[in-house]
């Protein structure tokens, strides 16, 4: 099982977790208003719009909250000039890793970011270090107990997508960006309910970490995901089911 299957499955068990604390619903705020910013108020016309507000509804982000955050981004309310930028570099054991941010402030974030990789044994690397390790692709997470592997691997193949993995509790569904829209909507007319769906980085080869090199990734990874400005982070680490039983 791929490395990015291995942290989508420590995500999902995490969600409930993140959205009791409030720390999802930041994010996906922020979400909110860059997509509407960039796109368009309107989901219907705007696909990154539509997949946040899906994440929103996901977490139960009241309605008028969520229209607060589109209405800052289109204009409509005065609001936060947010700046999206990517951070590189590299994790215990030389796993890449990337990162994705909504900033109102670089100087600030990426001080915060370097000392999160100085104190989990990582550095933080130049633009475009390890953005060739990644691909760009949809990614649909499905629980397993919501549908059957063979019938989610006809709908979603039959519907352009190009593989489906399983995980622990989950299966992925991985397709081209272009195809992202097209399979999101067979799976979900089909009545199976997505646990999550975005747009991903997926690695295209893994570095196997066991050990202490194993733990401290993870406690990177952690303190990465709940640094306030990440949106995403992104690693191409394998590390053995034992010890991601311990987290």
Known sequence: MSGHSKWSSIKHRKAAQDAKR????????????????????????????????????????????????IMKGTGELPGVNYEEVTYEGYGPG??????????DNRNRTVAEIRKLFSKNGGNLGEAGCV??????????????????????????????????RPGDGIYEVVTAVEDFEPVKQAIATKGIELATSEISMIPQTTVRLEGNQARQLLKLMEDLEE??????????????????AEV
Do not use: S
């Open 227 to 244: 640094q306030e400005d990440a949106q995403n982070v992104y690693g191409n680490f394998d590390i053995p089911d034992e010890v991601l």
């Open 22 to 69: 409030g720390a999802m619903f930041t994010k996906i705020i922020k979400e909110l208003t860059v997509a509407a910013r960039l796109g368009g108020g309107d989901t219907e016309m705007n696909p990154r719009l539509r997949t946040a507000v899906a994440k929103a509804k996901g977490v139960n982000m009241p309605q008028d909250t969520m229209q607060r955050a």
């Open 94 to 103: 030389g796993v890449a890793l990337m990162l994705t941010a909504l900033t």
């Open 131 to 164: 953005a060739w390790m990644f691909q760009k692709k949809g990614l649909l997470v499905v629980d397993k107990d919501k549908v059957d592997e063979d019938e989610l691997f006809a709908i979603a193949l039959d519907a352009g997508a190009e593989d489906v």
